[in-house]
């Protein structure tokens, strides 16, 4: 069992950033391979990064790619999302998923163990 709980979101101007936290309960966190996906109302969910479960490897979605970067620290059991050159159609809320794989993934059937989400809003 993982329990994700998300962090860092709030209130940004476009063109600004926002550091996402995603805390991770268990021992078993570097196991896990981790994403980010968020949701805008009246959209569904989609997919922004992820990253496999040693960090060697991310992915992202085209519409953020040089934009954000995901990171973890298994040590402290935490995944970061880093938004940088915020767009407003970047604002929805933000979750964290964990995958018991070692391989990330953009496919959010394949995560297990979602967070609660956390809200980003980008003003213009």
């Known amino acids: 069992q993982v329990q994700l709980v998300e962090s860092g979101g709030g209130l940004v101007q476009a063109g600004g950033s926002l550091r996402l936290s995603c805390a991770a309960s268990?021992?078993?966190?570097?196991?896990?391979?981790m994403g980010w996906f968020r949701q805008a109302p009246g959209k569904e969910r989609e997919f922004v990064a992820a990253i496999s479960a040693n960090g060697g490897s991310t992915y992202y979605a085209d519409s953020v790619k040089g934009r954000f970067a995901i990171s973890r620290d298994n040590a402290e059991n935490t995944v970061y999302l880093q938004m940088n050159s915020l767009k407003p159609e970047d604002a929805a809320v933000y979750y964290c998923?964990?995958?018991?794989?070692?391989?990330?993934?953009?496919?959010?059937?394949?995560?297990?163990?979602w967070g609660q989400g956390t809200q980003v809003t980008v003003s213009s």
């Open positions: 998923a964990a995958a018991p794989s070692r391989y990330g993934s953009s496919y959010s059937a394949r995560y297990d163990y």
């Open positions: 268990g021992r078993t966190f570097s196991s896990y391979s």
